[in-house]
């Protein structure tokens, strides 16, 4: 798709060698990287911010796709100068920073419309996909997700209410957005090989989700899921009060416990308990 070396070669001259500290694994398949650039939906016209691109193979197949711009942000200083030779080829396209992603602004790094794609490192996954779910103000900057998680997570994002994984996660990912499983990653298309099946997921973002005070959710949802074996008459007594009292307000039945409970269920607990005025 361009001139430029294999990223197996990349790798072994700059001698980037996958830190695990750094929750990294790095993806040589270039196939791979194109069928998750295509995910994206169509990326001509629009910026794209990428964490941890590593050496660059997703960064070039997004490139390759017609992204207007890629916004790579990435911390780890050995792989910079792979990516300058990615910004070389693609003069004006490619924009580096330097930094860690939990830390930066990305908003303020995008031009007009975009759309966020990424190989996550692990060790960063789950927070960040978090805050990109508790944006304010909704609908957020940006138009989609497109993000690789182990297959676990992937799992705990998209469940739906009675399954053993949902939990905290896929209220928050429900509330506010639709995600969806797309396709899964042998370990053996990631170098070093990762001891987990990956997964890559779309996450849309709803335009108006059901209102609700996202602090007030995480909250209730918090005590729910703290005891999920409990009945919520008792796991929701962390929060102080009488739990009948929210209970009955939301219409839920006190012997239920957290995992019967679908998301506007627990958008009408949250909402009681910010009306108690504690949320």
């Not at 993000?147 to 994002?157: N, T």
Request: glycine share 8%; net charge positive; proline share 8%.
């Amino acid at each position: 798709m361009d001139d430029l070396p294999p990223l197996r070669d990349v790798i072994a001259r700059h001698g980037i060698r996958a830190v695990k500290g750094l929750g990294q694994n790095f993806l040589l398949d270039l196939n791979v990287t194109d069928r998750i650039a295509r995910s994206a939906g169509d990326l001509s016209g629009v910026t794209v911010v990428e964490i941890g691109p590593g050496p660059g193979g997703l960064t070039r197949s997004l490139l390759a796709a017609g992204a207007r711009k890629v916004v790579a942000i990435e911390r780890d200083e050995r792989c910079l100068p792979a990516l300058e030779e990615i910004a070389a080829r693609y003069p004006g396209r490619l924009d580096i920073v330097a930094g860690d992603a939990l830390k930066i602004d990305y908003r303020s790094l995008a031009e007009g419309p975009f759309r966020i794609v990424a190989n996550l490192p692990y060790n960063v996954a789950t927070p960040l996909l978090i805050g990109w779910l508790r944006e304010e103000p909704w609908p957020p900057a940006y138009l989609s997700l497109t993000l690789m998680f182990q297959r676990e997570v992937a799992e705990r994002i998209v469940a739906a209410p009675g399954s053993k994984a949902y939990g905290r996660l896929a209220v928050l990912a429900g509330w506010r957005a639709k995600a969806d499983i797309l396709f899964d990653l042998s370990p053996r298309a990631f170098s070093p090989p990762p001891k987990v099946v990956s997964s890559v997921i779309h996450v849309a973002p709803r335009t108006e989700p059901l209102p609700c005070d996202a602090a007030a959710l995480e909250r209730v949802v918090g005590a729910a899921f703290g005891q999920r074996r409990k009945m919520l008459r008792q796991s929701l007594k962390s929060l102080g009060g009488d739990p009948a009292v929210l209970l009955a307000a939301a219409d839920i039945t006190p012997t239920q416990r957290a995992e019967e409970i679908d998301v506007a269920g627990f958008v009408g607990l949250a909402n009681a308990f910010s009306r108690r005025g504690d949320g």
